[in-house]
């Protein structure tokens, strides 16, 4: 059975990518090519066993972009204060934490959040042509939602969102295109307006600079947001974070 989404995820962020996210309450999803790990989407290729590195190389480039065309990730951690991402993902402590809320404002969206599972080994065949067609999402779920043994400290739940259900810029809208398509540094990237709402705590780093906490704030008042605003503070008794509540 399995184990259902929580109503609580997070997302790490760097400073900058951090006020653009509050500014234009949007989320920014990537193409499965452009993500840090360079395993992803890479099921087994079954290929002569005297096929060149580079054949197979190629091959698994092209399966990836292949998925590209039809897909884009958002992903988010069930950890809160994890002090590894904090560092990685939250640029080196000096950018901040969203708290999305997947229980009431963006529930809608849950049939699209899978849960990452973590394996020692690839153990997948690659999605061809010759798939039954009623087999093909099952076995993009399987390929989207595992990874190597290494991230599991991450904890990871993926947001999907297919390609079909954006539009590109200058085109013209369908009521079930909710986000659109853009390049940025010559990447294509898709964005997903969600409400203030669905964002219950901004948390800042515990580097942070002071304007980044000044701005957060600003963003809140101009939105009319409910957001908690905190700041990450060093736990006495644990090798952990602890939110510090901006009352301001």
Request: hydrophobic fraction near 35%; proline fraction near 6%.
């Amino acid at each position: 059975m399995a184990e259902p989404i929580p109503n609580l995820l997070f997302k790490y962020l760097g400073k900058e990518g951090g006020i653009k996210t509050l500014e234009n309450l949007t989320l920014m999803f990537s193409n499965p090519a452009d993500l840090n790990d360079p395993f992803e989407f890479l099921p087994r290729l079954e290929l002569s066993p005297h096929s060149r590195d580079d054949e197979r190389t190629s091959k698994a480039k092209n399966q990836v972009r292949d998925y590209g065309r039809n897909s884009f990730i958002f992903c988010m951690t069930s950890k809160e204060h994890n002090v590894r991402m904090w560092d990685h993902y939250g640029d080196k402590h000096q950018g901040l934490m969203i708290q999305l809320d997947f229980g009431k404002t963006l529930a809608e969206h849950r049939g699209w959040i899978l849960r990452v599972h973590y394996d020692s080994e690839v153990r997948f065949d690659p999605l061809d042509k010759s798939l039954e067609t009623e087999e093909k999402p099952k076995r993009f779920r399987d390929i989207v939602t595992h990874k190597g043994e290494d991230w599991k400290p991450e904890s990871e739940y993926r947001w999907i969102l297919p390609a079909q259900n954006c539009y590109s810029m200058g085109q013209e809208k369908e009521p079930e295109q909710k986000g659109e398509l853009r390049l940025l540094d010559k990447k294509m990237k898709a964005f997903l307006p969600i409400p203030a709402a669905s964002i219950l705590k901004v948390t800042v780093g515990y580097h942070c600079s002071e304007s980044l906490l000044s701005t957060v704030l600003q963003l809140r008042a101009r939105h009319h947001a409910p957001w908690l605003v905190a700041k990450a503070k060093l736990s006495l008794d644990r090798f952990t974070f602890e939110d510090e509540i901006i009352t301001a």
